[in-house]
Every structure is written in structure tokens, then in C-alpha cells.
């Protein structure tokens, strides 16, 4: 399988250090079971095949390139269900038709203060109440990005996961460093109500990305 990595490619890095995946997975197994339902809200980290190989059964990525989601597919021979979507439909109402009933999502979104918070709301839409996510957020920028001030998005996401029906209840620090040096925290939230997540808040599809 061929991995991009080193210059970016428009969408999907496809990279990830091998003690970032190892934290992952081992936040990810605190949280489930090889059998529970886990959605990917994005995945260039392929932490979806990861976990297939390691045994887990009911695994969902969701992501607009299908570049990624055919690796995905070939790699584990259809057992990963794929979804081909554009999150920005979360502007005109529209969410990706998933389960409701997930145990955990787990995302690296884009670190626009909207991107953020609308993988995050895709995310705790697809939860049943009790289910957990597993968000990265950036705690420290690398200063050639257009990625913003760490402490205003965790600020505005924290206020995000509250005003949608969850809590933070921890995180694993400088759990992942980006393609661009950006580096984040993995966020554990907690699914409390069935509240529909506020998309109402986000700022419009120019603080996506
Ligand atoms: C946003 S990217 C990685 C972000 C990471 N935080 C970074 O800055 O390097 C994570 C995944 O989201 C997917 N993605 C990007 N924009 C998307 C969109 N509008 N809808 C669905 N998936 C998207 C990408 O294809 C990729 O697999």
C-alpha cells in the first residue's frame, strides 16, 4: 500500500509517528470493545486499518477523499465500511446518513474554528448517549500554518461540546503533531444527552478550513 507522506497532497496526509498511532490506539481501547460500533470522522491517519488489523469489527470511515476510502476498502477487503461525504453539508443542514448508536468517534479535523467544531458535532451526532469521541485539538501551532490561536479554538470547541450535550472529560496531551508541525491534544468527550449538536454557532464555510 502506498502511504503519502512529506509534501502534503490537497487533501489526506496519510502520516502518522508510530508512537502517535500506539497512544491512539491505546486511548481508543480505554474507551470500547473490538465490538463496538467506532465511527472516523476523516482518517488520513488510517487508524482505521490499524484497528482492523488488530481485531476490531464494526469500523465506519466517513471522509470526502476517495483516494483514502479506496486504500481503506482494498486494505481490508470491504470489512471497513466507507462513506464518501463533505462535511461542509453541515451549512445547509444536511448530516451524513450514519447510525446513531456509535460508542466512539474519533477525528483529527481541520483546525479551522469551524472545521473543528463541525467533525466534532458529526462526530457526537453519530453517539448514543454514554458514547465517548476522541478529537484532536491543537495546542501548539507551527507558525507557517493559517492555523489559529490554540487556546481561542479549544476555547470555542469546549463551548461547542457543552452547548451540544457532552463534556470534556480529559486529554492525552501532545498525543499528535500534523504534517505542517502543528501540534495537538486528543480530547476525550462524553456524550451526555441527545441534544442535536448547535451547528447553529459555526461562522460559515470560510473558517472551515
Ligand atoms: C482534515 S484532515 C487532517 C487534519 C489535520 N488536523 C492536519 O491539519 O493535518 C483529516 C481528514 O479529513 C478529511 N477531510 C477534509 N475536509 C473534509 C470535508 N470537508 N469533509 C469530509 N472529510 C474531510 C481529509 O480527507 C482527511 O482524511
Known amino acids: 500500500m502506498s502511504l503519502r507522506v512529506g509534501d502534503k497532497p490537497a487533501i489526506g496526509a496519510y502520516a502518522i509517528d508510530f508512537w ?6 491505546r486511548a481508543i481501547e480505554r474507551c470500547v470493545s473490538q465490538r463496538d460500533p467506532i465511527l472516523f470522522v476523516g482518517d488520513d491517519d488510517l487508524a482505521s486499518l490499524a484497528l482492523h488489523f488488530l481485531g476490531y469489527k464494526n469500523l465506519t470511515v466517513l471522509d470526502l477523499d476517495v483516494e483514502l476510502l479506496a486504500v481503506i476498502e482494498r486494505a481490508s477487503g470491504g470489512r471497513v465500511r ?38 466534532c458535532g458529526v462526530g457526537m451526532a453519530a453517539l448514543g448517549v454514554g458514547g465517548h469521541g476522541l478529537l484532536a485539538c491543537p495546542v501548539e501551532r507551527a507558525p507557517v500554518t493559517r492555523v ?55 461562522k460559515g464555510p470560510h473558517a472551515f478550513y
Open 20 to 25: 502517535s498511532m500506539v497512544r491512539r490506539i
Open 82 to 119: 466507507s462513506l464518501e461525504h463533505d462535511l461542509r453539508s453541515v451549512y445547509r443542514g444536511r448530516l451524513p446518513k450514519v447510525a446513531r448508536d456509535h460508542a466512539l468517534f474519533v477525528s483529527d479535523p481541520p483546525y479551522g474554528p469551524d472545521g473543528l467544531r463541525a467533525f
Open 148 to 202: 489559529g490561536d490554540p487556546d481561542e479554538l479549544a476555547a470555542l470547541l469546549q463551548a461547542f461540546v457543552l452547548e451540544s450535550g457532552g463534556v470534556l472529560l480529559g486529554v492525552h496531551e501532545r498525543a499528535a503533531r500534523s504534517y505542517h508541525g502543528t501540534v495537538s491534544n486528543f480530547w476525550v468527550i462524553k456524550k451526555l444527552t441527545r441534544r442535536r449538536p448547535r451547528f447553529d454557532l459555526l
